[in-house]
């Protein structure tokens, strides 16, 4: 009687973790784990202080462990008649948690990812993906391949920020 029941339990278990790898599977529209695009063109808030400094990025999307991250990579810079340090700056680096993947209505994938921490540092990072290589509606300019939004806002409620970047495809 109870090797039946245990069986009976096991089968259950086996049946709702295949639905539920195929439920995942089929909502997700990337096959790969981690996929990678370089960023070309950046439109930084102006209150992040790096509008004209920002000089390349890296966009990378981690399906294993589900994080969405964006490094932006500023070159020196000193303005003129001011004593500088001659130091590179470290990258800022946004990273996220990615709560949801979806086509739209052209075929391109949505990819959102967020992080509140405004309880512990004050900042709330979002960030939204565009993969546009698989877009089949008609547009009056050429899409980037990759578009990618950073909003941040604080804990004080001041006025948050908003960056756009574009790049290369997403590469696994």
């Given at each position: 009687?109870?090797?039946?029941?245990?069986?009976?339990?096991?089968?259950?278990?086996?049946?709702?973790?295949?639905?539920?790898?195929?439920?995942?599977?089929?909502?997700?529209?990337?096959?790969?784990?981690?996929?990678?695009?370089?960023?070309?063109?950046?439109?930084?808030?102006?209150?992040?202080?790096?509008?004209?400094?920002?000089?390349?990025?890296?966009?990378?999307?981690?399906?294993?462990?589900?994080?969405?991250?964006?490094?932006?990579?500023?070159?020196?810079?000193?303005?003129?008649?001011?004593?500088?340090?001659?130091?590179?700056?470290?990258?800022?680096?946004?990273?996220?948690?990615?709560?949801?993947?979806?086509?739209?209505?052209?075929?391109?994938?949505?990819?959102v990812a967020r992080r509140d921490d405004r309880?512990?540092?004050?900042?709330?990072?979002?960030?939204?993906?565009?993969?546009?290589?698989?877009?089949?509606?008609?547009?009056?300019?050429?899409?980037?391949?990759?578009?990618?939004?950073?909003?941040?806002?604080?804990?004080?409620?001041?006025?948050?920020t908003r960056s756009v970047m574009t790049g290369?495809?997403?590469?696994?």
């Amino acid at each position: 009687m109870f090797k039946k029941t245990f069986e009976l339990a096991l089968i259950s278990v086996a049946l709702v973790a295949a639905w539920v790898g195929v439920a995942t599977a089929a909502e997700r529209p990337y096959a790969r784990a981690i996929y990678n695009a370089e960023l070309t063109r950046f439109q930084m808030d102006r209150n992040l202080e790096l509008d004209g400094t920002v000089h390349k990025g890296r966009l990378q999307l981690d399906l294993v462990r589900n994080i969405a991250t964006v490094q932006l990579f500023s070159g020196f810079y000193c303005p003129p008649g001011r004593i500088c340090a001659q130091v590179m700056p470290e990258p800022r680096v946004y990273s996220a948690r990615i709560v949801s993947m979806k086509k739209d209505q052209c075929g391109g994938t949505l990819t959102v990812a967020r992080r509140d921490d405004r309880p512990r540092d004050g900042l709330a990072v979002q960030i939204e993906i565009t993969d546009n290589t698989t877009n089949n509606c008609r547009t009056f300019m050429a899409l980037p391949p990759t578009q990618v939004v950073v909003k941040t806002a604080t804990l004080r409620g001041g006025a948050g920020t908003r960056s756009v970047m574009t790049g290369e495809a997403l590469r696994d």
